[in-house]
């Protein structure tokens, strides 16, 4: 099955500095990448995905890039603001319709003022 | 915004008793889930459902168990409660053709 690795486990920057997460999979069929977000008390959500035959994503601050050679893919979120402070999760699923998301443990983003 | 809804929200419970999770969603998805995430944030997928009377085990072995009568319903069971069931239990679901897993807000539940 899929597993997934996320690093790094918690980040700290100031505010307006980038913050970038990364993530490798190791199922070669998998094609479908997303980033969710975990704000304390709340569950996780959607924030950005991407597709294995696109490389690059880019939602306004955030952009997600995808290395299928190299089966890693990356969160970056730039200028960041103290309400991008949360757990972020990136997840891998393949294309078949009976499978599932595996999602990596998380990283913790703490943005300080 | 997400139609998935999850109650109770915070729940203590003695060690012993019987405590159903329920979970609900309004967007007539097929495809519904249940994660586990312990204090370390990880989540691990402990029931999931296809459909209607569909119900296949996670990833992670659970003691609870779940049930799919209606679309829109996917409650989680615990029949006699114990301290290492103290978690926070996770309700999402999707469209079978779509790729967006909407979650709920969460139950956190203590058994003591």
């Known amino acids: 099955g899929e597993n997934v690795e996320q690093h790094p486990s918690t980040l700290s920057v100031q505010e307006g500095d980038s913050a970038v997460i990364k993530c490798t999979y190791s199922?070669?069929?998998?094609?479908?990448f997303p980033w969710y977000k975990q704000e304390l008390g709340k569950g996780p959500q959607l924030i950005i995905d991407i597709r294995s035959n696109v490389g690059e994503k880019k939602d306004q601050r955030i952009a997600v890039t995808l290395n299928k050679t190299a089966k890693h893919f990356s969160l970056h979120i730039t200028e960041t603001q103290p309400e991008d402070s949360a757990v972020y999760f990136c997840a891998a699923r393949s294309n078949s319709g009976y499978s599932t998301l595996t999602f990596g443990k998380g990283t913790m983003l703490l943005v300080s003022p | 915004e997400a139609d998935i809804y999850q109650t109770p929200r915070y729940l203590v419970i003695g060690t012993g008793k019987k405590i159903t999770l329920e979970c609900s969603q309004t967007?007539?998805?097929?495809?519904m889930y249940w994660y586990q995430q312990d204090p370390g944030m990880e989540l691990h997928l402990i029931h999931y459902?296809?459909?209607?009377?569909?119900?296949e085990k996670g990833d992670l072995s659970s003691e609870s168990t779940v049930s799919r009568i209606r679309t829109e319903h996917f409650p989680l069971t615990l029949e006699s409660a114990r301290p290492s069931h103290t978690s926070q239990y996770l309700c999402a679901s999707r469209r079978v053709s779509g790729n967006t897993i909407y979650f709920g807000e969460g139950s956190w539940l203590t058994v003591v």
């Open positions: 967007m007539g998805h097929d495809k």
């Open positions: 199922d070669s069929a998998s094609n479908y």
């Open positions: 459902s296809y459909g209607v009377n569909s119900t």
